[in-house]
């Protein structure tokens, strides 16, 4: 006979509520999360998304640095879909965001907010940014699923790169300048995980990883890097080598280069909205980040939090 507290039951009971709230059963169903039921791990069909249209894939454009290392095309697993979703969309995207219910916070330089798991992990402690399968219920939970606009997870399992489903979107807002620390993506978020692009755009910059770690600051050369344009409206998938060999970051440049050849410069108008989806295996969650470089230098959020946060490479 199989014992669970209350505590756990409880648990369960809230992350199915937080996962699925406000969804139809097929759209429950297209969320793909693990579910238990008298101690048996039941694992939803994705059946009904192989019928669903595959992403048009297209050729991103990519920039490489002066001293790239080996021959100048992008690693395996790196997807690009330029038109994922259309202007009407991504505004309906926005309304959620920046609507009524709206959560956006500023534990760190950008502020963010959850959808399903919260879980995200930065070189210092934060608590709400980290919690593991010990904390109470109630703080690894953010919006519910359910509440992303019907057509959103359909479309993104509809790309076939989640075996288990989404548990986890997560939004962020970039303005100005600011940009994302180079790392490499937790353990926790599966074997692949994908950036829905909103408003503006940006570069993400591509440089060579070891063991799961950026190169140590003193080793590393600026160039020996390639640069993806994420376009308004665009999805990115990083798995396999693009995910595992090599680490990612949005440097704090001030201009962008376009795909036409011309250049945005990113002023203090400049807003840019990214949601990632990823499948967090939720025993791997870590409050310790696994990532970390050598030499790394951190940044603090000028506020009342006393926290310092991990600044973006310039």
Request: hydrophobic share 35%; net charge positive; with cysteine.
């Amino acid at each position: 006979m199989r014992c669970t507290s209350p505590a756990l039951r409880q648990m369960r009971k809230r992350r199915h509520q937080h996962l699925f709230v406000g969804c139809s059963m097929t759209a429950a169903t297209l969320v793909g999360c693990a579910y238990r039921t008298r101690g048996v791990v039941v694992k939803n069909a994705f059946a009904q998304v192989q019928s669903l249209a595959p992403a048009s894939w297209t050729e991103p454009s990519v920039t490489f640095g002066a001293h790239f290392q080996g021959p100048r095309s992008v690693p395996s697993g790196l997807q690009y879909c330029a038109n994922f979703i259309s202007a009407s969309e991504e505004a309906d995207l926005l309304r959620v965001l920046d609507g009524e219910g709206g959560q956006w916070q500023r534990h760190i330089r950008r502020a963010q907010q959850f959808f399903g798991l919260v879980y995200y992990q930065t070189s210092q402690h934060i608590p709400e940014l980290q919690p593991t399968v010990d904390s109470p219920a109630s703080k690894q939970y953010g919006r519910a699923l359910g509440e992303l606009p019907a057509w959103l997870l359909p479309r993104v399992h509809g790309t076939g790169i989640y075996q288990e489903g989404v548990n986890q979107v997560q939004a962020n807002e970039y303005l100005a300048d600011s940009g994302i620390g180079v790392h490499v993506e937790d353990p926790a978020a599966g074997p692949a995980f994908a950036t829905l692009s909103l408003l503006q755009p940006v570069q993400l910059t591509l440089s060579r990883a070891r063991n799961g770690r950026p190169l140590p600051r003193e080793e590393r050369d600026r160039e020996d890097c390639f640069k993806v344009l994420l376009e308004p409206r665009s999805f990115l998938v990083l798995q396999g080598e693009s995910r595992e060999d090599f680490a990612h970051a949005i440097r704090q440049s001030r201009l962008v280069q376009l795909r036409d050849g011309g250049v945005l410069r990113r002023d203090p108008s400049y807003r840019r909205v990214s949601m990632t989806f990823r499948s967090i295996v939720e025993q791997q969650r870590s409050s310790q980040r696994m990532d970390l470089p050598s030499g790394y230098k951190t940044y603090t959020v000028p506020s009342a939090r006393p926290a310092s946060v991990a600044i973006a490479e310039s």
